[in-house]
C-alpha cells in the first residue's frame, strides 16, 4: 500500500482508524491540530497505517510544561530549543504508548502498537481481504472509478490531415489522447472526445493539384485503399515541388562532408563544360562549392546546367565509394553525416527524378493558380476537394475503430475559418487586437503589462487577409465553451506547440472566457524507429498499416510459438490484441516529455516492461481459473450480500503484496486523472502483473487444501479484474488466452 485511500474498503478502514486516534486524543485532555495524520505502514508483510500525532502533540506540550515550570528560565535560545526537543521525544514516546493503549482496548484492530512516538495500527487481513476482494468482484468493471465529479471536460485529440498519410508518429497522439480521456472519464468527470482533422490548407491545395495533374483517374477500385492512396498523392507533390531544395541540401551536405568532392570539384566541372554548360553557371559553381558557401536555384541562368552535372557527379561518388578507406575521427572536426555509400543511395535516389529539376518553377506557379482557384471556390474544385476528404475521413474512421478511438464530436478547420475570420475582427474591434506591419496581431505581454517576455506576440491574421492556425483555434475554442458548456479543455498536440497554446489561453482569458484559465495543453515528444527520425514530408514515414501489419505477423509468430494448440481464428484474435496492445502501451510507457523510440522486439517482449508480458498475466488467471472450475457468479453473489468472508491461513507475504497492489487501483486513477499521465496507470498495470506473477510461483492455488484454495481463486478472479480494468484504461484489450 503506497499511499492513503480515499475510497472503496480500505478507505472505510483507514477512516475508523483516523476515527479511533482522535478519540483516543481527546481522551487524554487534548486538541489535535488540523487532521490526524496517517501514512501506509512502512513494513514488508504488513497491512495498516501509522500515525505521527503523538509528535504533533509532544512539541506543543513540551513548550507549555517547560515553560510553565520554569526550566526555560536563563537558557539561551540554543539551549532551550534543545531541552524542549529532549522533552518532545520523551513526551512522545509516552503519548503514542497511551494512545496505543486506547486503541488496543477497543478491540477494533488486529494489533496495535506504539514505536519511538510513532503509532502503528495493524489491520486484520482476512478482513481487508474479504471486503477488498468483494469490493472488486461486485464493481466488476467499474473498480477503480471514482465518485462523480460535476465540471464537464473535452479532450481534443487525434488531428490528422486529411489528403495525408496516417503514420507511426500520429499513434502517441490518438493513443494518449484515449487513454487520457478514459482515466478523466473513470476518476468521475463528465468527458467529451473531440478530433478535429485538418482538411483545409496549402498540403490538401498540393494534393488536388498533383491529382488534377498526374492522376487524375488513377484512384484505386478498392473504395477503402483511396485515403491511404490520396495521401501518397500528397508525398508525391511535396517531393516534386521540393526536389529542388531537396537536390541542393544533398549538395551543400556534399560540400560540407566530402572534401574529396570539394577538392575535384575543379575536374567535375571541366567535365560540366565540355557537356556546353553555361559558362556563367559553371563559374558560380565553381565559387560555392570552393568557398563553401550556399547553392541557390534561382541563380542558375540555363535549367539544364544541374541535370547536366549530375551525371558527372554519380561518377565522382561511385569512384569514392570503391576507393573508400577507414573513417579516422580527428578532434575538434564533426564525423560526416554520411558514408560514402550513404551519399551515392542519396544521389541514386535524387537521379531518379533529375527530369524534375526544370520543371519546378512551373509546377509551383500552377500550384498557386489551384489556391486562387479554391480562393475563388471554383465548383469543379470544391467537389473534387469534397470526394478526396471523404477518401481520407473514411481511412481515419477505420484507424481509429481499430485504435478504439470513438468520438463525439468532430470539427473541421474548415468549419472554423470564417467564424475565426470574424473573431479577429471583434477582437481588433475591442482593442484587443491590432494591426502591426501589416498583420493582425495580440500583443499578449503589453495587454498584460508584463516587462519581460512570457507570452509574446501572436499573429491571428495574415496580412492578405488569409487564415492561420490560432484564427481557426479561437474560433473553434469559443465554439467548444459556448456550443458544448465545457468547464475544462485538453489539447493533445506535439511539444513544439506549447508557447502557440498558452498564447491562445491566454487571448481567450483576457477575451472574457473564465473556462481558458482551465484550458491545458498536454504535450507530448516524438516517436522514433531506431534508424532515425520520423519524418512524413519525405515519405520514409512508416505508415501505420505497415507498422500494424509488421506487429501483428511477429505477435501471430510468438502465439504459434506459445499456444500451437490454440485453434487459428483464437491466434488471430490474440495476434491483433497483442500486437495492437504492444503499440500502445509503447507509446504510454514513456513520460510525454520523453521521445519514444518504437522498438518492434521490445514492443512485443513477454518478460519486460511490455503489453504481453501484462496481458500474459491476464490471460493466465483466466486460466488459473477455468481450469479450477471457478463460480465467479456465486462469488459475486455472496460478496453483493456480505458474506463473503475468505480464509489464508496465515497469510504470505506474495498474497498480501497483491491484495495491497489490487487495491491502489482507485488512487492510480485519480493521480493520474490529476496529472494528465497514461504513465501511472501502465506502470500500475505493470506492478500489478510482475506481483501477480510473484504469487502464482510463491502460492499453489488449484493444489491448496480448502478454505484457502477458495480465497486463493477469489484473489485470482480479482487480480483477473483489476489487470483488465488497467488495460482498458491504456486502450488495450485483456486476452483470456495466449
Known amino acids: 500500500m503506497s499511499q492513503i485511500a480515499t475510497t472503496g474498503v480500505i478507505a472505510e478502514l483507514e477512516e475508523r482508524a483516523r476515527s479511533a486516534v482522535a478519540d483516543a486524543v481527546t481522551g487524554l485532555g487534548m486538541t489535535p491540530r488540523g487532521p490526524i495524520d496517517l501514512r501506509p505502514l512502512p513494513f514488508s508483510g504488513t497491512w495498516g497505517v501509522a500515525s505521527s500525532i503523538s509528535h504533533a502533540l509532544a512539541g506543543e506540550a513540551a513548550a507549555t510544561e517547560l515553560g510553565a515550570s520554569g526550566e526555560l528560565d536563563g537558557l539561551s535560545k540554543k539551549e532551550a530549543k534543545q531541552r524542549t526537543s529532549q522533552r518532545a521525544r520523551e513526551l512522545s514516546i509516552q503519548l503514542a504508548e497511551q494512545i496505543a493503549a486506547n486503541l488496543t482496548a477497543t478491540g477494533a484492530f488486529a494489533s496495535v502498537e506504539a514505536s519511538n512516538g510513532y503509532v502503528n495500527i495493524s489491520f486484520d487481513p482476512?478482513?481487508?481481504?474479504?471486503?477488498?476482494?468483494?469490493?472488486?468482484?461486485?464493481?466488476?468493471?467499474?473498480?477503480?472509478?471514482?465518485?462523480?465529479?460535476?465540471?464537464?471536460?473535452?479532450?481534443?485529440?487525434?488531428?490528422?490531415?486529411?489528403?495525408?498519410?496516417?503514420?507511426?508518429?500520429?499513434?502517441?497522439?490518438?493513443?494518449?489522447?484515449?487513454?487520457?480521456?478514459?482515466?478523466?472519464?473513470?476518476?468521475g468527470y463528465p468527458v467529451m472526445e473531440a478530433t478535429y482533422p485538418g482538411d483545409i490548407g496549402m498540403h490538401v491545395i498540393k494534393a488536388l493539384w498533383c491529382y488534377e495533374r498526374f492522376h487524375q483517374g488513377e484512384e484505386p477500385a478498392n473504395p477503402a485503399a483511396r485515403g491511404a492512396w490520396i495521401g501518397q498523392v500528397y508525398t508525391e507533390s511535396d517531393a516534386r515541388l521540393e526536389y529542388r531544395k531537396d537536390l541542393l541540401a544533398f549538395l551543400q551536405l556534399l560540400i560540407k562532408d566530402d572534401p574529396t568532392f570539394v577538392t575535384a570539384i575543379d575536374r567535375l566541372l571541366k567535365l560540366l563544360w565540355r557537356e556546353d554548360a553555361d559558362t556563367e553557371d559553371i563559374a558560380y559553381l565553381l565559387g560555392r562549392v570552393s568557398f563553401g558557401q550556399e547553392i541557390k536555384d534561382t541563380e542558375f541562368r540555363d535549367e539544364e546546367t544541374i541535370p547536366k552535372f549530375w551525371p558527372i557527379l554519380g561518377q565522382q561518388l561511385r569512384m569514392e565509394l570503391e576507393n573508400e578507406k577507414p573513417a579516422v575521427e580527428v578532434e575538434g572536426i564533426e564525423p560526416p553525416q554520411m558514408t560514402p555509400g550513404e551519399r551515392l543511395d542519396r544521389w541514386e535516389e535524387l537521379n531518379r527524378n533529375i527530369d524534375w529539376w526544370p520543371k519546378v518553377p512551373g509546377w509551383r506557379d500552377e500550384v498557386r493558380q489551384t489556391f486562387a482557384r479554391w480562393e475563388a471556390?471554383?465548383?469543379?474544385?470544391?467537389?473534387?476537394?469534397?470526394?478526396?476528404?471523404?477518401?481520407?475521413?473514411?481511412?481515419?474512421?477505420?484507424?481509429?475503430d481499430e485504435l478504439d478511438a470513438h468520438f463525439d464530436v468532430w470539427f473541421f478547420e474548415s468549419e472554423v475559418e470564417e467564424p475565426g475570420k470574424a473573431i479577429v475582427e471583434e477582437l481588433v474591434e475591442s482593442g484587443l487586437a491590432e494591426i502591426s506591419d501589416g498583420l493582425t496581431v495580440v500583443k499578449i505581454d503589453e495587454k498584460l503589462g508584463l516587462t519581460e517576455p512570457v507570452y509574446r506576440t501572436l499573429p491571428i491574421l495574415r496580412s492578405d487577409g488569409t487564415s492561420l492556425y490560432s484564427t481557426k483555434d479561437l474560433a473553434l475554442t469559443k465554439r467548444k465553451f459556448e456550443e458544448f458548456g465545457i468547464d475544462r479543455a485538453v489539447w493533445v498536440v506535439d511539444v513544439r506547440q506549447s508557447l502557440y497554446f498558452k498564447q491562445i489561453f491566454k487571448i481567450l482569458e483576457l477575451w472574457g472566457f473564465e473556462q481558458a484559465k482551465q484550458a491545458y495543453h498536454l504535450p507530448y515528444e516524438i516517436v522514433t524507429l531506431p534508424e532515425g527520425v520520423i519524418s512524413s514530408r519525405k515519405g520514409r514515414a512508416p505508415l501505420y498499416?505497415?507498422?500494424?501489419?509488421?506487429?501483428?505477423?511477429?505477435?501471430?509468430?510468438?502465439?504459434?510459438?506459445?499456444?500451437?494448440?490454440?485453434?487459428?481464428?483464437e491466434k488471430a484474435a490474440v495476434a491483433w490484441q497483442v500486437g495492437l496492445g504492444s503499440i500502445k502501451y509503447t507509446m504510454l510507457a514513456r513520460d510525454n516529455s520523453k521521445v519514444v523510440v518504437f522498438d518492434l522486439d521490445e514492443a512485443l517482449s513477454f518478460d519486460g516492461h511490455a503489453a504481453p508480458y501484462i496481458q500474459y498475466a491476464h490471460a493466465r488467471a483466466?486460466?488459473?481459473?477455468?481450469?479450477?472450475?471457478?463460480?465467479?457468479?456465486?462469488a459475486v453473489s455472496a460478496a453483493a450480500r456480505g458474506e463473503l468472508r475468505l480464509d489464508f491461513?496465515?497469510?504470505?507475504?506474495?498474497?498480501?503484496?497483491?491484495?495491497?497492489?489490487?487495491?491502489?487501483?482507485?488512487?492510480?486513477?485519480?493521480?493520474?486523472?490529476?496529472?494528465?499521465?497514461?504513465?501511472?496507470?501502465?506502470?500500475?498495470?505493470?506492478?500489478?502483473?510482475?506481483?501477480?506473477?510473484?504469487?502464482?510461483?510463491?502460492?499453489?492455488?488449484?493444489?491448496?487444501?480448502?478454505?484457502?484454495?477458495?480465497?486463493?481463486?477469489?484473489l485470482v478472479d480479482a487480480t483477473r479484474q483489476a489487470l483488465a480494468n488497467g488495460l482498458w484504461l491504456l486502450g488495450i484489450e485483456a486476452p483470456q488466452a495466449m
Open 126 to 187: 482476512m478482513t481487508v481481504a474479504s471486503g477488498l476482494v468483494g469490493e472488486v468482484l461486485t464493481q466488476d468493471r467499474h473498480y477503480g472509478e471514482g465518485a462523480p465529479k460535476s465540471e464537464r471536460v473535452m479532450v481534443e485529440h487525434s488531428q490528422p490531415n486529411t489528403h495525408k498519410v496516417f503514420h507511426v508518429g500520429h499513434l502517441r497522439n490518438s493513443v494518449l489522447g484515449v487513454s487520457v480521456s478514459r482515466i478523466l472519464a473513470a476518476s
Open 377 to 400: 471556390q471554383e465548383p469543379a474544385l470544391v467537389a473534387l476537394w469534397q470526394m478526396t476528404r471523404e477518401w481520407s475521413l473514411t481511412d481515419f474512421r477505420r484507424i481509429f
Open 545 to 569: 498499416d505497415d507498422v500494424k501489419e509488421a506487429v501483428l505477423q511477429r505477435a501471430r509468430e510468438i502465439i504459434d510459438e506459445k499456444n500451437p494448440e490454440l485453434p487459428d481464428a
Open 622 to 634: 483466466c486460466r488459473i481459473l477455468e481450469n479450477a472450475k471457478w463460480d465467479h457468479d456465486a
Open 649 to 714: 491461513g496465515s497469510i504470505q507475504p506474495e498474497e498480501l503484496a497483491l491484495l495491497q497492489q489490487i487495491a491502489s487501483l482507485p488512487e492510480e486513477v485519480q493521480r493520474a486523472a490529476e496529472q494528465y499521465r497514461p504513465l501511472l496507470i501502465t506502470n500500475y498495470v505493470y506492478e500489478l502483473a510482475k506481483t501477480f506473477n510473484d504469487f502464482y510461483h510463491a502460492c499453489p492455488v488449484i493444489q491448496s487444501d480448502e478454505p484457502i484454495r477458495g480465497a486463493r481463486l477469489a
